[in-house]
């Protein structure tokens, strides 16, 4: 039977994302429009061990929608991978008056919020990560804001690039994932693109691209490759070694994840947060916010985790295609 909840946290855990606020507020405002009351916790799974817990009000959020980070603030804390660390954030939870959870993050801490429902707290997970790398939803919250700073970046580099008939190999966040490596690929035009999920560490094979674009007369080379690959400044040198053509490496990094985020964020994170929210309010638990085929849903958290994601072979296809 659904058990009635009247006080909820909130947290955001794992790397932060924009619209991560957008969702905090969402949480908040639709809970407190529900009658239930509302507090945030700071630092993910390591605040709540820390207790580090506080009331939300409605002003409490104001003014963050457009704000890139999290006011939560966020951590990742090895103490929560153990039963002891799960033990003890239920406890603490219970302690606060908290019997319903919101987490915020990714795969990671949806594990995380997975053990706390085991353990009596009624907990829902909401898709927070610039990679869009979980599988129970096509969006995940960030993804888009980060995926238009990285082509913005990657735009800039090409300028000076081809000014220069140079070749670039610019890096994108994605330490397991490809996406961001994927849509800027084919945003910017790159002729390359190294995805974790597919890459052969057949070097040569960019090399002989490199070489042949120019004999047919492209100015330019641009490859993105993901963070997961890596290694982009000894790639470079070896590239430029081997084909006589000036090579310099670009690593976008932590600026992916910053800014305001994008109208689709902020409006993707409100929705999610909003959900989230009301399958609390309707006493649920265990289950993850997603958005599948044009629909929010939800999940339960085990088989969300158990579900797989793949690259989406058609748009490699495609990003082949245009850049032959
Ligand atoms: P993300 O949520 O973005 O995938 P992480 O994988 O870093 O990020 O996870 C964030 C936090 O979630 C971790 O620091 C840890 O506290 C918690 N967490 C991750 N995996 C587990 C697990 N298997 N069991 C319990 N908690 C976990
Ligand atoms: O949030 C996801 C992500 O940006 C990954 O793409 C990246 O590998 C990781 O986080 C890096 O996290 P950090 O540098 O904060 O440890």
Known sequence: MAKKVETIGVLTSGGDAPGMNAAIRAVVRKALSQGLKVKGISQGYKGLLNEEIEDLHPWSVSDIISKGGTILYTARCAEFRTEEGQDRGAEICRKHGIDGLVVIGGDGSFNG?????????NTIGVPGTIDLDIACTDYTIGFDTAVNTA???????????????????????????GYIALWCGIANGAEDILLPERYDYDEQKLINNIINNRKRGKKHHIIINAEGIGHSTSMARRIEAATGVETRATILGHLQRGGSPTCRDRVYASMMGAYAADLLAEGKSNRVVGFKNGEYVD?????????????????VRVSKAMSS
């Open 151 to 177: 082509m913005e970046a990657i735009d800039k580099v090409r300028d000076t690039s081809t000014s220069h008939e140079r070749c670039s190999i610019i890096e994108v966040m994605g330490r397991n994932a």
């Open 299 to 315: 999940f339960d958290i085990a088989e969300a985790l158990d579900m797989q994601k793949e690259i989406p072979d058609y748009m």
């Open 113 to 121: 919020a997975k053990q706390l429902a085991a353990r009596g707290i």
